[in-house]
Each structure stands twice: as C-alpha cells, then as structure tokens.
C-alpha cells in the first residue's frame, strides 16, 4: 500500500519539481541562478528514473543516474567556468548583458 | 511513518527549491539549493536507494554546491543585484512553467511502469558489479570525459590578463 | 520494528553522543595543558587540580559574554552558520562503530548507532558538509578576512577530500566492503602468530594519505589555512563570539573525535586489542556484556592516543604557505592515492582475494 502511495507521490514531486526549475530558468537573469535552476531540473529528472529503475528492481537505471551525477558536475564546472570569464569580460553576470552576437 | 516522512522531505525539498528561483541574493539561492538537494538525498533513502542518497549527499550537495557558492564569492557583490523581470514575462512563464509541470504529471501518471515487477531490488553489490562489468565501457568512457572536462574546465578558468 | 527497538536505537545514540560532548571539554584541557608543555610554560593551573575545571570556566565565560552580530552581516545566514557546521560534526558519529555488541533485555544489540553497508561513503558525505558551516559563517560575517579564509576554506576541503577518498577506498578494497562494522570484525586476532591484523599493515600508504589529509580536513594545524591568525585574524570565525564561537570550537573537536575514530576503525583495528584475539578476551572476562564494555573503552583509549597525537602535531608543525598547501594534495598525495590504489588492486587481483 505505502509503496504505492509514495510512486504516485514521487510522480507528483518529480513534476513539481521539474516546474519550478523551468520557471526559475525562464524568469531569473542572473546566470548562476539560472545555472541552479538547470540543476533542479536534472534532480527531478533522476529521482524518478531512480524511482523507475527500483520499481523495476533493476540496477541499470540506478547506474545510469550515478552517471549523469558525474557528468552533471562536470557540466557545473564548465557552466561556472564560462560564468566567470562572462564576468571577467562585462563585469556582470546579467544574461541580458550578453548580446553581442545579436546582429 | 515513512509516509510521513516522505512528505516532510518532499515539502522541504519544493519548498526550497521555490527558495531558490524567488531569493533576490545568489547566496541565499545556493543556501536553498543545498537544502533542496539534502531533502532529495533523503527521498532516496525512503524510495529505497541509499547508495544514491550517498552520492547525491557526497557529489552535488558536497562538491556542486560549494562550487556555486565559490564562484559567487568571488563575483563583487553590488554587482549581482539584478534588475527585476517584467511582470507579464514573470507571468507568462508561471503559466507555462505549471502547464508543462500539469503535461508531465499526466504523462508521468499514465505510464507503464506501475505494474509490479517481482524479484530482488538491487544491492549496493549488484550496481558495483554490474559498474564494472555491463557498464565498464560506459564508465571508461565517462573517465576519459572527465579528464577532458578538468583540462578544459583549466583552460577556460584561467586568467588570460594576469598569466 | 517495536517501541523496545525504537527505545534502544534513542539510547545508543544519546550514550554516544554523550560520550563524544564530554570529549569536547577534555580536549579543550588537553589542548591547553599540552601546549603549555611543548612550549615550557605552566598552563592553566588555578582552577581545579591540574586546571581540570579551567573548560567548566571556560564554559561559562563563553555563556556570559556578549554576543555581538556586526552590522555588514547577513543576519540569518550569520546565526546559521555554527549549527551548520556542528550538525555535520556530529551526524558522523552514527556510523563509528565503538564496540561488537552485548545481549540486553534478550536482543543482540550492536554498540554501534547504525550498521550501513555504505558507511564508509556515508563519512566521507556527510564530512563534505561541514564545509558549509565555513563558508556560510565566513560570507554573513561581512568582513573581507572572513570570506577570504572562508574561501581558502572551500578550496582546501574540496581539494583534500580526494586523497581522504582515495585512502579509504584503498581499505575498502582490501576489505572488500563498505561497512565500518565489517572492516573492524576483520582486522581482529594476529597474522603469523605476531603481527595484529590491522588495516596499517596492509594499507600503510593509506593511512598516511588519510593521516595527512585529515589535518586538511579538520582545519588543523599545519593546515589551518582558514584561520590562520597571523594573516587573517582569525579567518571565518573573527566576527563570532560567545557561544556561537564556543560551537565552532565544539565542532572543531567533534570533528576531530570521528576523524580519529574512522582512522581507528579502518587502520588500527576498531575495538581489538593488540595481540589479544577476541576470543581469548572473552574467555578471560568471561561475560559477553563485560567484554562489549572493555571493547568501547579500548576503542576511546586508540581515539584518544590519536587526539593527543593532533595536539602534538599542532604546536609543533609550523603552518604552510597556501600555494604549498594546494601543491602537496594536487602534486603529491592525490598522484601517491592513485598509486596505492593500483598496487592494491593489482595485488588483491593476483592473490585472488575478491571472489
């Protein structure tokens, strides 16, 4: 019963959480923020494929989640990378300050 | 009780989350996200994937984070203030936001997966095996990419000015 | 699981609890007193015999003093701050095994909090986190030599985290488990009549590593970069006072105190004596309960030889440069970790130890 019960409700926190993501990624300038937002979109992603893969009773999804992880702190490192040399050229990281391939 | 608890977390983990895309200062957005991530580490353990929860705990939350709060250290800290978004834009993209959030729960609800599939879950031992024997070339692969990852990260970091 | 359990499981963790806060102010004693002594000078002496009671003074003065939050500070974040630091330092403590186990009211009860088969992952976790307390405390402080040690902070723990990593999965490897309980189990009795099974004798580069990259960790001397009062007045806690100065001390400690135990469980033998089998222990007291007792008690004594040994090296060491700092992790430890690790590997794949 309780199992049941908590699938249902991942499915409801997964969704949530991939809104609210989306939302802070489309309303927030600021790059960093923007670069968290991203983040939680990538959790939601993983809390229901762990979900599925334990409902399952399979490890693949639980291996598969355990690398995205990885690569989702590489792909932090290069975004604050970027972020930073954003900043060292405009002194800012306001995304709206960054048009210069605009034409 | 574990119902209980899943619904502490998970309200722990939205509501930071919120907290995180409505803070007007980043650092308070990294506090949230920390939080959030915390709350999600605990989801884990109550959907029965402790090994994940480590993971989440010891990568994102122990390593991501603090990248985040590194870098917005040594951002200046006038110059992070931002300019408030439009209200119709703010607007727009709530809609959308809930929309697609309304798309995913359905989709979500209706997939196949809620039938019950018997046998062992898998142990800390299985995913470690099958790390290293199903999943060695993709694990090999994601080493070489990490490599790639810190040289580039290097390259891109550095001080053009200053070296 | 019954209210028995629930009851039991309240009972271990408050015991252990209690017994790691009481290590605070003995610390606090042995801290003072030993760097009185390797510095040829008295210490503190008036209070109480031997200035035993000098943290109960100690203790008090921090209750009483004002308790200031400057003006540029974050406030929120700045009363966070200690709790954050503290909580990681002490959640470790749930995974240190302190003793097997004794037969109370019917059941086997373990004299550990909780025996997961990831504890070794769990620490090194749940240690990352510590570093929030630093860097959140050294931010809301509001002053530029706080947000530079809490930077130096992030850096330096991130940074050593990987050789701590690295050394506990060379144990782990020989062990061929996660479990803290397990790897303490296995390194009891003697190989070749003479020698105690311990984790140094077959990971002595490992502990070295963890050895070292421990002080990192703890934010010790020689490598209490963040603090460093010569640059930085006092680095992150410099705006802190009263008793939220007394947490970071009190976490300092705590930290400190699992540290040494982790290193204790995985490198020299948890709860065994040296050269006394478990069993031949048993025989000679005679009760499973007395012997669960006797093991916690040789658990605390190796944990606090290892603290006394921090003491020692903090007033004897000078500090290091930064640079140096992030040299001996980057350019000696993390290649030595890799290493070992494959020597390790390599020698447990030719005895054929993983089945």
Known sequence: ?103 | MSDIAAGLFGVLTLGCSLGVVFSRNVIMSAFYLILSFFGLAALYVLIQAPFLAVIQVLIYTGAIVVLFVFVVMLIDQDKLLEVVTGKTLVLTAGVLAWSLGLILLRALNHSPMAVPVSGQLPTLRTISLSLFTEYLWPFEVLSVFMLVIIVGVFVLARDKVNA | ?355
């Open chain 3, 1 to 355: 699981m019954n209210t028995v359990d629930i009851a039991i499981l309240v009972a271990k963790t408050l015991l252990f609890y209690l017994i790691v806060l009481h290590v605070v102010p003995i610390m606090v004693w042995v801290e003072r007193r030993g760097a009185a002594l390797i510095q040829d000078r008295p210490g503190p002496n008036r209070v109480g015999p031997f200035g035993l009671l000098q943290p109960v003074a100690d203790f008090v003065k921090f209750i009483f003093k004002e308790d200031p939050i400057p003006t540029g500070a974050n406030r929120g974040l700045f009363l966070v701050a200690p709790a954050l630091i503290l909580i990681p330092a002490s959640l470790t403590l749930a995974v240190l095994p302190f003793g097997d186990k004794v037969k109370l009211f019917g059941r086997e009860i373990l004299l550990q909090v909780a025996d997961l088969d990831i504890a070794i992952l769990y620490v090194l976790a749940i240690g990352s986190l510590g570093i929030y307390g630093i860097l959140f405390g050294g931010w809301a402080s509001g002053n530029k030599f706080s947000l530079m040690g809490a930077l130096r902070a992030s850096s330096q723990v991130i940074s050593y985290e990987i050789p701590l990593g690295l050394a506990a999965v060379g144990a782990v490897a020989v062990y061929g488990t996660f479990s803290l309980r397990e790897i303490a189990l296995a390194q009891d009795g003697l190989w070749f009549g003479w020698l105690p099974r311990w984790g140094i004798f077959l990971q002595p580069v490992g502990f070295w590593l963890f050895f070292i990259a421990s002080f990192a960790e703890t934010n010790r001397l020689p490598f209490d970069l963040p603090e460093t009062e010569a640059e930085l007045v006092a680095g992150y806690h410099t705006e802190y006072g009263s008793m939220k100065f007394g947490m970071f001390m009190m976490a300092e400690y705590m930290n400190l105190t699992t540290i040494s135990g982790v290193m204790v469980t995985l490198f020299f033998g948890g709860w065994h004596l040296p050269f006394v089998a478990d069993a031949m222990l048993l025989k000679w007291i005679g009760s499973q309960n007395l012997l669960g007792l006797v093991q916690v008690v040789i658990f605390l004594t190796k944990v606090a030889i290892f603290l006394c040994v921090f003491v020692w090296v903090r007033w004897t060491v000078p500090r290091f440069r930064f640079d140096q700092l992030m040299r001996i992790t980057w350019g000696r430890l993390i290649p030595l970790g890799i290493v070992n690790l494959l020597v390790t590997a390599g020698v447990m794949l030719w005895l054929g130890g993983w089945k």
């Open chain 1, 1 to 103: 019963m309780t199992v049941s019960f908590l699938t249902n409700w991942v499915h409801y926190l997964v969704a949530a959480l991939f809104s609210v993501g989306l939302l802070g990624f489309l309303i927030r300038k600021n790059a960093l923020v923007i670069l968290m937002s991203i983040e939680l979109m990538l959790n939601a992603v993983n809390l229901y494929v762990a979900k599925v893969s334990l409902a399952l009773h399979s490890g693949a999804g639980l291996v598969l989640v355990v690398f995205a992880i990885t690569v989702a702190a590489a792909e932090v490192a290069v975004g604050l990378a970027i972020i930073l040399n954003l900043y060292r050229a405009k002194r800012s990281v306001d995304v709206d300050m960054f048009t210069g391939l605009k034409g």
